[in-house]
């Protein structure tokens, strides 16, 4: 079956500090979509990609989703303390599903 | 503020006990996603229907999870018995298409 891996699973940055987590999936997506959860919280979207090769923007986060359309990134500039939580991304198969694979999740700290 | 209500918040029962967790969608999202979190296995995907119609269960343990929409207002996740393996937050989520999914907050679930 479909499986979407993220790397790191772990990560700490200080305060200021660029993060990239990276997303995999073991098969071709239709497309992806990112969510953040707050420590506590639930998982929130933050954006969805279709195209090949497609980069979004949202202020200081920077979405891309790969040629192949089976890898995505987040890149975060200048992380801030308001930017901890944990990343997923969650990918849909090209079958027709619309179900989404979530991804294992990066879990972000940002130290002041 | 539209939103995806679920119930109880918490959950504390005795292994064996049945267990009933209840989701509230969003008006007019036809999609309703059950998932399940973990520290070891991240969100899995339990269930998700459309139109209320059941399409794919795959993720569920079906010996003892049941998943089901009386209407389009209310989903539906029981678990009889609950083990101790079942502890864990149980998120519902609901969308339109392939659109975000909106998560509630989820059901913590702690079987002793």
Known sequence: GQQVMQIPQYQHVQEGEDFTTYCNSSTTLSNIQWYKQRPGGHPVFLIQLVKSGEVKKQKRLTFQFGEAKKNSSLHITATQTTDVGTYFCAGRGTSGTYKYIFGTGTRLKVLA | DARVTQTPRHKVTEMGQEVTMRCQPILGHNTVFWYRQTMMQGLELLAYFRNRAPLDD????????????????????????????DSAVYFCASGSRTSEAFFGQGTRLTVV
């Open chain 2, 58 to 85: 795959s993720g569920m343990p079906k010996d003892r999870f049941s998943a089901e929409m009386p209407d389009a207002t209310l989903a539906t996740l029981k678990i009889q018995p609950s083990e101790p393996r």
